[in-house]
């Protein structure tokens, strides 16, 4: 099935040649030349039918291999990244309830303060008043 690209390629390159032998170049210099262009040809057209099939193909070839391999191991790389994440929201958890300890401790070693030095003034407060002379 040639198009009409191919066929007024060929109705050009015919031509070509032609004037190429007429000249006389050597035939060693059309002799490379053509075979270029068939390599050319043959290499287009490989690259043509391999585009055409390539969908078609079931894996079957070296290329598919990693993509295979990492479509394989995608079920343990998830699973590893959810026990990272639920470690880290352990982790997470974990110092949330030790920063409300230390903050109930402080709140509470405040408390105490407070109520020492509450307690410690009321003391003062009765001294005063129980050693204050009489001044009337």
């Known amino acids: 099935m040639e198009t009409y690209a191919d066929k007024t390629t060929m109705q050009e390159l015919l031509p070509f040649c032609r004037e190429l032998l007429s000249q006389r170049p050597g035939r060693g210099m059309l002799k490379i030349y ?62 949330r309830r030790e920063e409300m300890e230390v903050e109930a401790a402080a709140a509470a070693s405040a408390t105490d303060h407070v109520a020492q030095i509450t307690k410690t003034h009321q003391q003062q407060i009765v001294r005063t008043l129980a050693t204050r002379p009489h001044a009337s």
């Not at 390539?54 to 590893?80: I, K, Y």
Request: glycine share 16%; aromatic share 2%.
């Open 34 to 95: 053509l075979l270029g262009s068939a390599v050319a040809v043959l290499g287009s057209l490989l690259g043509l039918v391999e585009a055409v099939c390539h969908p078609f193909t079931t894996g079957g070839g070296g290329g598919d291999e990693p993509a295979d391999a990492e479509m394989a191991l995608l079920p343990l790389l998830a699973a590893r990244e959810k026990r990272r994440r639920r470690g880290a929201l352990e982790d997470e958890e974990r110092g």
